[in-house]
């Protein structure tokens, strides 16, 4: 079963500087089958980034997928006030299915 | 743009069935996979299984033996059967649409809060 461990748990920053979440493997993932998601307090998840780097129709350029293998990469180039949420990736296996990460949330320092 | 909600009773008691369906607005339920997805504080965010429109399904191997997901088009929505619920099955649960070759879930509905209690 491959498992999606995110790191940091929490990161703390300033609007206006960049964040980069870890979203590490247990077994490798196809780049294809890999996704992030962004959750604020009360509503579903959005669906930000597709196929590792593709991002999703609506979503703003400072937002940027990276990697392959075990290990991806979300990138947020520069922090807007409404990018503090809860961000989840999200992996497809043939054997189980759709599973996710634990999330990091992204706080305002 | 499809939008997409959930409706069914917010409560259900131990051993019973958890029923849910969700409504597809704003485009057509064809060609599409569509999934159920719960989140609770513990577990985070689980999906439970899919269902093309044409009634192929797949499920969460860990729930399989638990799970009916159906489809009908003519109604244009689609629904989630969960027998012999515990407290572990207390969740906020979503629909949305993707699941099975399309590995991304691109529309979600609010969610429905299900508690299971006596």
């Known amino acids: 079963e491959i498992v999606l461990t995110q790191s940091p748990g929490t990161l703390s920053l300033s609007p206006g500087e960049r964040a980069t979440l870890s979203c590490r493997a247990s077994?490798?993932?196809?780049?294809?089958?890999l996704a992030w998601y962004q959750q604020k307090p009360g509503q579903a998840p959005r669906l930000l980034i597709y196929g590792a780097s593709s991002r999703a129709t609506g979503i703003p350029d400072r937002f940027s997928g990276s990697g392959s293998g075990t290990d991806f990469t979300l990138t947020i180039s520069r922090l807007e006030p409404e990018d503090f949420a809860v961000y989840y990736c999200q992996q497809y296996a043939n054997s189980q299915g759709f599973t996710f990460g634990q999330g990091t949330r992204l706080e305002i320092k | 743009q499809v939008h997409l909600k959930e409706s069914g009773p917010g409560l259900v008691k131990p051993s019973e069935t958890l029923s849910l369906s969700c409504s597809v607005s704003?485009?057509?339920?064809?060609?599409?996979?569509w999934s159920w997805i719960r989140q609770t504080p513990g577990k985070g965010l689980e999906w439970i299984g899919d269902?093309?429109?044409?009634?192929?399904?797949n499920y969460n191997p860990s729930l399989k033996s638990r799970v009916t997901i159906s489809v009908d088009t003519s109604k244009n929505q689609f629904s989630l059967n969960l027998n012999s619920v515990t407290a572990a099955d207390t969740a906020v649960y979503y629909c949305?649409?993707?699941?099975?070759?399309?590995?991304?879930?691109?529309?979600w509905g609010q969610g429905t809060l299900v508690t299971v209690s006596s």
């Open positions: 077994q490798t993932v196809i780049s294809t089958y």
């Open positions: 704003g485009g057509s339920i064809g060609t599409y996979f």
């Open positions: 269902v093309y429109y044409s009634g192929n399904t």
């Open positions: 949305a649409r993707g699941g099975g070759y399309d590995p991304k879930f691109d529309s």
